[in-house]
């Protein structure tokens, strides 16, 4: 993807290559921060399947602004079973007639039943969402919060508040196919986390598509300094994750970072 020659004032744009090939065809990631709530950077990225695997990147910076936030879906992998064995020829050895015992067998209880769990998946959606897999979700908290150690921050608080607004982000951005902080008709960054009803003093946000695991979407983070900006300030205390299928199967993931009033 070139890079566009021209630049605005508290605005960067970068585009650097993506590593590893992307199976939906792209690769994408944006990060936005807002002190106050009330100015956000959007980026919206598409791109045709089985184009090259590009990165984008886009931040804002206010003077005494907290860095803001933003989040792709994981796709599966095929295995190959094992191959079937040639049948063994049939022996002729005859089998001993079984003697006749004159004991009874004894009662035994029947073991009680027991309580499996559903494990859930990345929500897939083609106009509705639901719930990400929380596995994954403890996945990337744990990724961001090793990250902070080594950078001498405090671990971040999973926030159920910030989990809905992530999530609901990460539905319209599978929904509507296209990585972006604001898309038409939504709500800005900080009025989403608002109506969930968490009282803030600074609030970012990591979004990314297009990139298969955890893992994966926080390499890509890491190695943008607007993304690894926000995801090592020390002065933000919840995280929220959201991470959504499209119907294409491309994966958008969502991160919200604040810190309460």
Known sequence: MPTPPSRRLRYALIATCALGAI???YAGIASAQSPSGDRDSSLAATASDGAPADTVVESEQEPEAAPSVTVPAPSATA?????PSSRPSPTATKAPRPSRTSTKPSKRPSPAPTKTTK???PSETG???STADSGVITEVIQLVNQ???KAGCGTLAGESRLHKAAQ???DLQAEKNTMSHQLPGEASMGDRVTAEGYRWGGVAENVAAGYTT???VMDGWMNSAGHKANIL???YKHIGVGVTKSAKGTLYWTQNFASPL
């Open 127 to 129: 106009g509705s969402g």
């Open 119 to 121: 494990t859930s998946k």
């Open 79 to 83: 295995s190959l079973g094992a191959s």
């Open 214 to 216: 955890p893992a994966a």
């Open 23 to 25: 199976g939906v065809g």
């Open 233 to 235: 300030n020390c002065g």
């Open 147 to 149: 990250e902070r150690k």
């Open 168 to 170: 609901k982000h990460s």
